[in-house]
């Protein structure tokens, strides 16, 4: 089957039902993505469909027909710039092992809510987990690149 990642199409020739998440790491060899806990309850395997913040871990590939899978390395520059600088800025990452997925559910934030508070990103990112306890680091960041973007 074909898919379409970071607005290329790519071609899949394995069970329509493997994870998107083995499908990207193994097959198209693009491992930003983590495996976290293979459940959808970390958010270390997180990508955009359509825009949509997606577990790859929990999404079978077939599911992908017709929509237009974004991973980190697909995100739009000007955002992708704002978030890279901002992360760097503040220091977020401990062990950084989920921090492609808290990038990824920032930037899905920032495109439906350019300004938003505390509470908002805190309510957006609370589905994705760092076990190093970065998440106010996060938050300042995500403000920063906010204030980038504006
Ligand atoms: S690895 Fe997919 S949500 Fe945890
Ligand atoms: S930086 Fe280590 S799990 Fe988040």
Redesign the pocket.
Known sequence: MDIKVNGVNREFKGDPNTPLLWVLRDHLNITSLKFGCGQGLCG?CSAHVDGKLTRTCVTACDELEGRNLTTLEGLAPRLSQALKSAWIQVD????????TG?IMAAAALLDKNPKPSDEEITAAMNKN??????YSRIRRAIHIAAKELA
Do not use: E, H
């Open positions: 270390a977020v990452p401990q062990c950084g092992y989920c921090q808290m987990i760092c076990r190093c306890g970065t």
